[in-house]
């Protein structure tokens, strides 16, 4: 079996975490009789210089041909102003591709300082629309300024994207340990967030085997730190997901550790949750693990199962072994800590 996959390495530590997954991939994907066909294209700030895009259609184009791709954080934030005025690359390609589905798994490793010991759970984030008005809309953004003094931004909630996601969210917790909890301020929002809670509550009850709650944002976040353990899978709107995604990621025991994916029924792209850490970049000192463990995410859907799970046991195995980056307490850098990966992965093999 071969794949072919798409390498878009980002900005910030995306040119180290990038690399360090794709060697990873390929030690897992040999170790199970299969290999990657890679094909780099073209993303961010890098882009901007050699095509004049932070995402050419050179690279839109292409994936579209792939099997799946794996995408390094950006940092538009630092781009010219006439490119921070359009959808940042991820935006561009969840919203283009309809990748509707953000799962972001939140698992603490053993014997890593975690502030939540034994936290286990997935965030199902909607992708598509909600508050994060700049991808709600078919032209423009859906946030505007009428006055210099007034600016507004649009929530958008629509029968469909709620009922897919839910979906997607139950099949998830059936496999899973069977407890689904959705996430919403229904209270306040009562006609947004409130349709949000009404559809998934409606979609879960096809699911009788699951075990149904849901909490308000704000005291989702509580209950998190308090007793985060205690939680399987949490469905919510596009910016309370990204939210809570970062908290739980962080409650596991590092932003480094938390990977995703991004898929539709028909494409995915793995990308690490966290950003493009300006504040490392370029030191060799960031933690690829969220990267790897996205890729191995993307192997799952793409139904390389195996080398999905050989990339989970080798990661877990150079962790226990001691080899940790500096977010973990430890002192190995970038490319030390791959190639333990790739070590423990050939060592099982
Ligand atoms: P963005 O807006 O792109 O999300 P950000 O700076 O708000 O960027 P991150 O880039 O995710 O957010 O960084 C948040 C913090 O987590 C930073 O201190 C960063 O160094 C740390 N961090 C993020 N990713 C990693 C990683 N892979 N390894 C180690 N530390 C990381």
Same mark, same amino acid.
């Given at each position: 079996m071969s794949y072919r996959l798409g390498v878009l390495a980002g900005d910030g530590i995306g040119p180290e975490i990038v690399p360090a997954a794709v060697q990873v991939i390929d030690a897992a994907l040999a170790a199970t009789g299969a290999t990657a066909d890679w094909v780099p294209l073209p993303v961010g700030a890098a882009a901007i210089e050699? %095509?004049? +895009?932070? *995402?050419p259609d050179v690279t839109v184009e292409a994936l579209a041909t792939l099997d799946g791709w794996l995408l390094g954080p950006h940092d +538009?934030?630092?781009?010219?102003a006439e490119h921070r005025a359009q959808l940042n690359p991820s935006g561009f390609l969840r919203k283009h591709f309809d990748l509707f589905a953000n799962i972001r798994p939140a698992q603490a490793f053993d014997g890593t300082p975690a502030l939540v010991p034994g936290l286990d759970l997935v965030v199902v984030r909607e992708n598509?629309?909600?508050? $994060?008005?700049?991808? +709600?809309? $078919?032209?423009?953004?859906g946030e505007y300024m009428p006055t210099p003094d007034v600016a507004i931004a649009m929530g958008i909630f629509t029968r469909p994207a709620i009922e897919r996601i839910a979906r997607q969210a139950c099949e998830l917790a059936l496999r899973r340990r069977q407890h689904l909890t959705i996430v919403h301020k229904?209270?306040?929002?009562r006609t947004t967030t409130g349709f949000f809670l009404e559809i998934c509550r409606a979609v879960a009850a096809?699911?009788?085997q699951l075990e149904v709650d849901d909490f308000h944002i704000d005291a989702m976040t509580v209950h998190l730190v308090r007793r985060?353990?205690?939680?399987d899978v949490l469905v919510t709107e596009n910016m309370f997901g990204d939210i809570l995604s970062d908290l739980t990621g962080e409650l596991a025991g +590092? *932003?480094?550790i938390a990977p995703s994916i991004n898929a539709s029924h028909e494409r995915a792209m793995a990308q690490a949750? %966290?950003?493009?850490a300006p504040d490392i970049?370029?030191?060799?000192?960031?933690?690829p693990t969220a990267m790897i463990a996205s890729g191995a995410m993307l192997l799952d859907w793409l139904g390389a199962g195996t080398a999905a799970e050989t990339i989970t046991r080798g990661l877990r195995a150079a962790v226990a072994d001691g080899v940790r980056t500096a977010d973990l307490g430890?002192?190995?850098?970038t490319a030390e800590f791959a190639a333990a990966v790739v070590k423990t992965i050939d060592d099982l093999a």
């Open positions: 050699t %095509h004049g +895009s932070a *995402l +538009s934030a630092s781009y010219p598509t629309e909600g508050f $994060y008005a700049d991808r +709600s809309t $078919y032209r423009g953004t229904a209270n306040v929002l096809d699911y009788p985060g353990a205690d939680f +590092s *932003l480094g949750a %966290h950003g493009s970049a370029g030191r060799g000192v960031a933690n430890g002192t190995a850098g």
